[in-house]
Nanobody, 120 residues
Framework: QVQLVESGGGLVQPGGSLRLSCAAS????????MGWYRRAPGKERELVAV???????IYADSVKGRFTISRDIAKNTVYLQMNSLKPEDTAVYHC??????????????WGQGTQVTVSS
């Protein structure tokens, strides 16, 4: 079992920044990919960014150049730095820890979700 605790969501104005954190505990040795997905009202879930065990990163086209995923191995924590936020980034962001990724991936372990609202 792996437990994920997310933090860092909130309300921010367009153009602002937020940093999400996802702290993992438990059987993390079994995890090869960690990342963030989001679901906006009325829209399908979207992969935002993932980072692999080897440190490779993958981003959705919609966030490239604005969001950065990183990790602190010693703290078993993954971060999502979100800059230049837009209203269309408004969604519930979920952390995932598993062995794959993608728009059809629902495996692994999921955090409870943190709300990000971008509005003036």
């Amino acid at each position: 079992q792996v437990q994920l605790v997310e933090s860092g969501g909130g309300l921010v104005q367009p153009g602002g920044s937020l940093r999400l954190s996802c702290a993992a505990s438990g059987s993390i040795f079994s995890i090869n990919v960690m990342g963030w997905y989001r679901r906006a009202p009325g829209k399908e879930r979207e992969l935002v960014a993932v980072i692999t065990r080897s440190g490779g990163t993958i981003y959705a086209d919609s966030v490239k150049g604005r969001f950065t995923i990183s990790r602190d191995i010693a703290k078993n924590t993954v971060y999502l730095q979100m800059n230049s936020l837009k209203p269309e980034d408004t969604a519930v962001y979920h952390c995932n820890a598993g062995n794959s990724y993608g728009s059809t991936y629902y495996g692994g372990y999921w955090g409870q979700g943190t709300q990000v609202t971008v509005s003036s």
